[in-house]
């Protein structure tokens, strides 16, 4: 079945870059996203990456996906306290786009 | 565009009582979708539909009846609810590309 990991928690100090780490299982996932979730809110996209690209930049944000290790990742430059939040990573499952297998995200705390 | 909304915001239920989260969008997606979030394990797809008329389950149905009669709006039952059934429950629409766009949650307790 499919299964998501990510580690719990990360702290970066304020100016720092934050590296968020995802593997994954179904190597048929047409697309692996990332989430925010702010306290008390839902989810927020920040960014997607389609399963043959290897990278993709979007400002501060940028997703490297290596398919053969079932990694992707996602940097954040120049890490802001506004930052702070928890980051789900999510993989599409089967052919479809639209059915999601979240992992149980990681909580960022940055640091003043 | 309001994008999803989901009410109520809050809810405490007694264990027995039924009742209907609310849901809609005004994207125009067909594809929409309830989870539910509990700590420690991420979000869970309850049910799932692809287009008005049309629901399926996803991981964690039991409990839980949905039907889609129109495109914007696709409310969540719960039969008769339980303790295991606190949580907070998301809606969530998808666009194109499969970008899932989420409401505000509800948050659900079961006394």
């Known amino acids: 079945g499919e299964d998501v990991e990510q580690s719990l928690f990360l702290s970066v100090r304020e100016g720092d870059s934050s590296v968020i780490n995802c593997t994954y299982t179904?190597?048929?996932?047409?697309?692996l996203y990332w989430y925010k979730q702010e306290p008390g809110a839902g989810l927020q996209l920040l960014t997607y990456?389609?399963?043959?690209?290897d990278m993709k930049q979007d400002q501060r944000l940028t997703v490297l996906l290596n398919k053969k290790d079932k990694h992707l990742s996602l940097r954040i430059a120049d890490t802001q306290t506004g930052d702070s939040a928890i980051y789900f990573c999510a993989e599409s499952i089967g052919s479809g786009a639209n059915n999601l297998f979240f992992g149980t995200g990681t909580r960022l705390t940055v640091i003043p | 565009n309001a994008g999803v909304t989901q009410t109520p915001k809050f809810q405490v239920l007694k264990t027995g009582q039924s009742m209907t989260l609310q849901c809609a969008q005004d994207m125009n997606h067909e594809y929409m979708s309830w989870y539910r979030q509990d700590p420690g394990m991420g979000l869970r797809l309850i049910h799932y539909?692809?287009?008005?008329?049309?629901?399926d389950q996803g991981e964690v149905p039991n409990g839980y009846n949905v039907s889609r009669s129109t495109t914007e709006d696709f409310p969540l039952r719960l039969l008769s609810a339980a303790p295991s059934q606190t949580s907070v429950y998301f809606c969530a629409s998808s666009g194109t590309v499969g970008e899932q766009y989420f409401g505000p949650g509800t948050r659900l307790t079961v006394t």
């Open positions: 990456i389609f399963s043959n690209m």
């Open positions: 539909s692809v287009g008005a008329g049309i629901t």
């Open positions: 179904d190597s048929s996932s047409t697309y």
